[in-house]
């Protein structure tokens, strides 16, 4: 086990230092942004919020800041523009900084002083095979099913599509998008095998030795694809989940909060010679969007209809308001008439949602591990450094000092910044109980039945 003091020395030695943010406690406020005119991506989920409302409400604006925002047509294209510099940042899938840091795709030095969200995506089956597992599901008193829907009960689906020489294809937004992770991690605690990949092999599918077949869907698109059969579910943000219950082609089954309570999702991505150029212009930009995350959660969710009003527009989410509206406002439809009480489906504040943690980043590598991303062991040490490349709490600190001392926020808002150390503690607050502790990754890894660990590869 880590103590807390041999971290910080390895995040001390590995955080690549930006020396005029003076982000020290107690240090000057930021001065004027160097770069004043910008233009971020996003993808059309409701999880793109803090983006919407910084703009709308005019927080970009009140920190010298000019923004334009453009919706993207998938995360690839997102990412490549983000890298070529024609984006100046973007709402990005957790996994997709990581990634590019270790080489995972495209290599690039992408960083996050900023997480958008937790929870918010779902996992929706067609109606086919939710008429094949329903009988098999307890009930409520209600007569409605008991929910988390555990992946064990797609059995009998799985056994009727061999029978008919059927492979079972699911959609998932990004090979390292938490959706990916997630739905793996629930089809793994069902017993049921996702596949793995391996790159110098070759095989970047990721179905060597699946049992389910999981291919990339655009997230817009995932309804479409499930009415016409191409596959037989997805795990996606919203509102693409409530819209195939409004179009009664699927039913969601499990959301990410029951796979992993309060679980990262997005973050927002920026090339590190971005930061390290425009070092004023990169603190207001954070600032902007933690007040409009505290707004997003302000008054137990008071604000959600709005919000919903305003990702109905055509140029963010651009689906029905009622569709946003949904799960924004802390209800879930399972099926028509299911309705459910989820208040912290969408977290965009609660629970230092905002907070870039380190735990957060490294759990990501060991997913990426787990399912042969990351094809070799590594040491927890390495696990430790990439996360300090990649995740820039220190940004975040002087973002959030400068609120403080502006009077725009209380220190009550945020981690005490004199504590802490970028790890949440050791949970066990997964769907099949597993604890994850971030200082000890390997023997995280360990702990899975199916899944790579120590030497394993994916073809061993």
């Not at 137990?300 to 029905?320: F, K, Q, T």
Request: proline share 6%; glycine share 8%.
């Amino acid at each position: 086990m880590y103590t807390r003091d041999a971290i910080m020395g390895i995040l001390t030695t590995t955080t690549l230092a930006v020396s005029t943010l003076s982000l020290q406690a107690g240090a000057q406020e930021t001065g004027w942004p160097e770069k004043e005119d910008l233009s971020f991506g996003f993808i059309k989920l409701t999880d793109m919020a803090p983006l919407a409302i910084a703009f709308e409400r005019g927080y970009f604006e009140d920190e010298g800041l000019f923004v334009e925002l453009e919706a993207q047509s998938n995360w690839r294209v997102l990412l490549d523009r983000v890298i070529s510099g024609d984006l100046d940042g973007a709402h990005m899938l957790a996994g997709q900084p990581i990634a590019a840091t270790v080489g995972y795709g495209n290599q690039a030095n992408i960083i996050t002083p900023f997480s958008m969200d937790l929870n918010g995506n779902a996992t929706t089956l067609s109606n086919e095979v939710w008429d094949m597992i329903r009988p098999h599901l307890p009930e409520n008193d209600d007569g409605n099913p008991v929910h988390p829907i555990t992946a064990d009960y797609l059995q009998p689906a799985l056994e009727q599509f061999a029978d008919e020489g059927r492979s079972f294809n699911m959609g998932m937004v990004f090979p390292v998008s938490t959706h990916n992770y997630e739905l793996r991690y629930w089809l793994a605690a069902g017993g049921i095998h996702p596949g793995y990949y391996d790159p110098a092999g070759g095989d970047t599918s990721g179905q060597i030795d699946a049992d389910v077949y999981l291919s990339v869907t655009p997230p817009p698109q995932m309804p479409s694809t499930l009415e016409a059969g191409t596959i037989s579910g997805y795990n996606v943000g919203e509102p693409w989940n409530q819209q195939a219950v409004f179009m009664q082609i699927g039913v969601p089954v499990v959301t990410n909060h029951d796979i992993w309570n309060y679980n990262p999702e997005k973050v927002f991505g920026i090339r590190e010679d971005f930061a390290e150029n425009y070092p004023n212009t990169t603190v207001r930009m954070v600032k902007a969007m933690i007040r409009a995350a505290y707004w997003l959660d302000e008054n137990n969710n008071a604000n959600r209809e709005e919000a919903a009003r305003i990702l109905s527009e055509p140029w963010y989410v651009g689906a029905d308001y009622e569709v946003i509206a949904n799960s924004m406002t802390g209800t879930f439809e399972f099926e028509p008439g299911d309705v459910r009480k989820v208040p912290d489906f969408n977290v965009f504040f609660r629970e230092h949602a905002t907070y870039p943690f380190y735990s957060d980043a490294i759990w990501f590598l060991t997913q990426m591990r787990r399912w042969g991303q990351i094809e070799e062991h590594k040491t927890d040490d390495w696990y430790m450094e990439m996360a300090s490349r990649v995740y820039r709490p220190d940004i975040y600190e002087q973002a959030a000092r400068d609120l403080i001392a502006e009077g725009l926020m209380s220190a009550d808002d945020f981690p005490d910044f004199d504590t802490e150390d970028g790890f949440r503690p050791a949970t066990d607050a997964f769907i099949d109980g597993i604890t994850y502790d971030a200082l000890q990754p390997n023997a995280y890894l360990e702990q899975f039945s199916i899944g790579l660990s120590g030497d394993d590869t994916p073809r061993a």
